[in-house]
T-cell receptor, first 109, second 112 residues
Framework: KNEVEQSPQNLTAQEGEFITINCSYSVGISALHWLQQHPGGGIVSLFMLSSGKKKHGRLIATINIQEKHSSLHITASHPRDSAVYICAVQTYNTDKLIFGTGTRLQVFP | DAGITQSPRHKVTETGTPVTLRCHQTENHRYMYWYRQDPGHGLRLIHYSYGVKDTDKGEVSDGYSVSRSKTEDFLLTLESATSSQTSVYFC???????????FGPGTRLTVL
């Protein structure tokens, strides 16, 4: 079993829909990262969080440390949000990240 | 955007040949990482560096070596490339071990 699991693996939505991507992990962590990767493109850091909630534009990330779960929400989705969203966790006192396999999102007009 | 470049961006080589990938940063960040990305796998750490001449192995380090002689450059070497090393390679940097990481554009390597 992977230490970081994302669901769903694939997601399609119509423009304007509210989207939720989930990340569950099985190890103790000091922080959790959400990253975005566009097709053929590089990887961009969206959020780094260790508790509570963060918001940036139409993106919201939440984390529940006790339940070892995080969600990434996209409000009023747009075709340009189409990308792979990657969850990664930083385990306690290590220099390294453990990555999930990503959620592929396609938003249609 | 963080100043990270990777070279080459694309490379096709033959089994058994040596290959060196270069990561260059202009941010003066202490930490640098090399990852590979393959279908069905998350990003996997190959090697990382926490300072000049200070490096350590990641989870998939076999067949790879690294060097960091200057803060700005982190080299990944495949001493004798194999087809299993066909992948997309990403470099990343961070200020410290507990900061967010910034990724380079990636290098697509094909080993025939």
């Amino acid at each position: 079993k992977n230490e970081v699991e994302q669901s769903p693996q694939n997601l399609t939505a119509q423009e304007g829909e509210f989207i939720t991507i989930n990340c569950s992990y099985s190890v103790g962590i000091s922080a959790l990262h959400w990253l975005q990767q566009h097709p053929g493109g590089g990887i961009v850091s969206l959020f780094m969080l260790s508790s509570g909630k963060k918001k940036h534009g139409r993106l919201i990330a939440t984390i529940n440390i006790q339940e070892k779960h995080s969600s990434l929400h996209i409000t009023a989705s747009h075709p340009r949000d189409s990308a792979v969203y990657i969850c990664a966790v930083q385990t306690y006192n290590t220099d390294k990240l453990i990555f999930g396999t990503g959620t592929r999102l396609q938003v249609f007009p | 955007d963080a100043g990270i470049t990777q070279s080459p961006r694309h490379k096709v080589t033959e089994t058994g040949t040596p290959v060196t990938l270069r990561c260059h940063q202009t941010e003066n960040h202490r930490y640098m990482y090399w990852y590979r990305q393959d279908p069905g796998h998350g990003l996997r750490l190959i090697h990382y560096s926490y300072g000049v001449k200070d490096t350590d192995k990641g989870e998939v380090s076999d067949g790879y070596s690294v060097s960091r002689s200057k803060t700005e450059d982190f080299l990944l070497t495949l001493e004798s490339a194999t087809s299993s090393q066909t992948s997309v390679y990403f470099c990343a940097i961070s200020e410290s071990w507990d900061n967010e990481q910034f990724f380079g554009p990636g290098t697509r390597l094909t080993v025939l």
